[in-house]
């Protein structure tokens, strides 16, 4: 593929990279890496990306030799991931052995029961039962290792509740039912529950600035914020982790400021209009705009107040659900859209995800860089990345308008073929494609 000389006064550097397949013989080196998801990624998401690609690489469908052995590599990270207790070892230890001796090391949380149903006296003399479901606290207990490998990594754009909890704590087992309600309510709109034990990982515990058990506490992007409320209830939970959140994940959208929200994907974000007949932004759009902000900026229209009917109209929405516009390079017209009464989170993140790029957006960062140009080994076909190295001045605005037409035109899918651009101002040309190279076995061609 090439793309033409724009003009004669400034040279343009294209690259075409291509993703190469590799060929796994049943060894299970990274089983993340081979489904192609996070380390954070949901059951959901890693049984979605096993159907997709076990669709993909079915013996049936794909006659050659390496196909049988990629198929039963894929299966096999699968069956890794989607066993809790592997995966867990996985991720503290790295272990992938199904047969592993780690495995019949399991910790023994039968003393947990030592309350059992034995009615025991306090120093009044008074009798009380402690709550069994204390064993709730056990099952999503993690330790040091795995919280800070995947509840504060740096890449987690989740919302986490950690609950810190210790066996002999009385006041942890009276809260326990309005805790698993709220996990309950909570954990479908898409936060993150975990326990500590605050005696077993006391490292842990001291460092999220905790004192006391119970402790409920409420981790954004690696800051810990104390939930410090004497109740416990669903409401006041909501309210701290709206309180929370940063203030700039939604902007809020009239009909004065539509113009100048829509046509703001020069910062390198796509546009997002959530239209709610309500006042208070839903729960599961604030996170769902704080785990895509890097990528997405949200709007939140409010169809009640009165400022907004230009836009209404404009998108012809409808004023009685919720509605979920998705606007790429031209704000005239959304590119995807969703409108339902209470549009569910795995729906909405599954819209918003396959719709976090422009059509031609700019690698500015190591991350972004990954998602458009993924260099994934289990593709049976290949997939082409088309990037413009160019300088972020008015003077190459010509090239970066000609590649954009090109990719608004173009009648490849985006599975196939991405075009994306990047400013060599940071980096020389070399050094760029160098780390490019590096992590993709590009070939360039320059035209």
């Given at each position: 593929m090439t793309i033409p000389v724009i003009n004669n006064h400034f040279k343009i550097t294209v690259l075409v990279l291509f993703a190469t397949s590799h060929i796994f013989v049943h060894a299970i080196n990274d089983p993340y890496t081979i489904l192609g998801v996070k380390n954070i990624a949901t059951t959901q998401e890693i049984r979605r990306a096993y159907k997709q690609l076990a669709k993909e690489w079915h013996p049936d469908k794909i006659h050659n030799d390496g196909a049988s052995e990629n198929f039963i590599t894929i299966k096999l990270a699968y069956e890794l991931l989607s066993?809790?207790?592997?995966?867990?070892?996985?991720?503290?230890?790295?272990?992938?052995?199904?047969d592993s001796h780690y495995l019949q090391k399991?910790?023994?949380?039968?003393?947990?029961?030592r309350f059992s149903i034995d009615r025991d006296e306090d120093t009044f003399g008074k009798r009380f039962v402690i709550d069994q479901n204390i064993v709730l606290y056990h099952k999503l207990s993690v330790t040091s290792n795995y919280f800070e490998k995947n509840i504060l990594s740096s890449g987690a754009k989740k919302v986490h509740l950690v609950m810190f909890y210790n066996d002999w704590c009385f006041k942890c087992t009276r809260i326990v039912s309005a805790f698993k309600k709220i996990i309950d309510e909570l954990e479908p709109l898409g936060i993150n529950f975990a326990t500590v034990n605050a005696v077993h990982e006391e490292s842990t515990f001291r460092k999220t600035g905790a004192v006391q058990v119970p402790q409920l506490v409420l981790i954004l992007e690696g800051r810990f914020f104390l939930y410090r409320e004497h109740t416990f209830t669903l409401k006041k939970i909501v309210d701290f982790i709206r309180k929370k959140?940063?203030?700039?994940?939604?902007?809020h959208i009239e009909n004065d400021n539509l113009n100048d929200f829509l046509g703001g994907w020069m910062d390198n974000r796509v546009r997002a209009l959530a239209f709610e007949p309500r006042n208070?932004?839903?729960?599961?759009?604030?996170?769902?705009?704080?785990?895509?902000?890097d990528r997405i900026a949200f709007g939140f229209v409010n169809m009640?107040?009165?400022?907004?009917?230009?836009?209404?109209?404009?998108?012809?929405?409808?004023?009685?659900l919720d509605t979920v516009l998705i606007f790429n390079e031209d704000s005239k017209s959304y590119t995807a859209s969703v409108c339902m009464a209470e549009i569910p989170t795995q729906t909405l993140i599954?819209?918003?995800?396959?719709?976090?790029?422009?059509?031609?957006?700019?690698l500015s960062s190591q991350a972004i860089f990954e998602s458009v140009c993924p260099t994934e080994w289990s593709r049976p076909r290949k997939r082409l990345c088309v990037i413009l190295i160019t300088e972020n001045n008015r003077r190459h605005d010509v090239a970066r308008v000609?590649?954009?037409?090109?990719?608004?035109?173009?009648?490849?899918?985006?599975?196939?073929v991405r075009f994306a651009y990047m400013f060599k101002d940071l980096e020389t040309v070399e050094q760029k494609f160098a780390h490019i190279q590096f992590l993709t076995k590009a070939q360039p061609i320059y035209q």
């Open positions: 066993d809790t207790d592997r995966r867990l070892l996985f991720d503290r230890h790295g272990i992938t052995d199904e399991k910790y023994d949380y039968s003393g947990y029961n959140l940063p203030l700039n994940i939604f902007q208070l932004i839903r729960l599961r759009y604030l996170l769902t705009a704080f785990e895509f902000h009640n107040n009165g400022r907004s009917n230009n836009i209404i109209d404009l998108f012809k929405v409808n004023t009685s599954d819209v918003v995800s396959a719709n976090q790029f422009l059509v031609l957006p700019r000609a590649l954009r037409d090109i990719a608004l035109k173009s009648n490849y899918s985006l599975e196939r």
